[in-house]
């Protein structure tokens, strides 16, 4: 049973890992598209939608954040 914890918890590490560095991909994928958004409030012009890159940067922040709660919850208590 012990094995399959470990199983368990590996891939949730790789999965969290991985989700960190795409996040940390989509942030810079996006970096275009905050720009446009910030110029555009700045100069009180109609603000672009918000791209593909941000929402996946939104949603994978969210993920790498309860995973690694998780992690951190189920390292301390064992």
């Given at each position: 049973m012990d094995f399959i914890?470990?199983?368990i918890e590996a891939i949730i590490w790789i999965v969290d890992?991985?989700?960190f560095f795409w996040d940390?991909?989509?942030w810079f994928a996006g970096k275009d598209?905050?720009?446009?958004?910030?110029e555009a409030r700045k100069e009180?012009?109609?603000i672009p939608a918000r791209d593909k890159w941000n929402r996946l940067v939104v949603g994978?922040?969210?993920m790498v954040v309860?995973?690694?709660?998780l992690l951190v919850i189920?390292?301390?208590g064992r």
């Open positions: 914890w470990f199983i890992i991985v989700g940390i991909y989509a598209n905050r720009t446009d958004r910030r009180g012009s109609d994978l922040s969210v309860l995973l690694t709660l189920w390292k301390s």
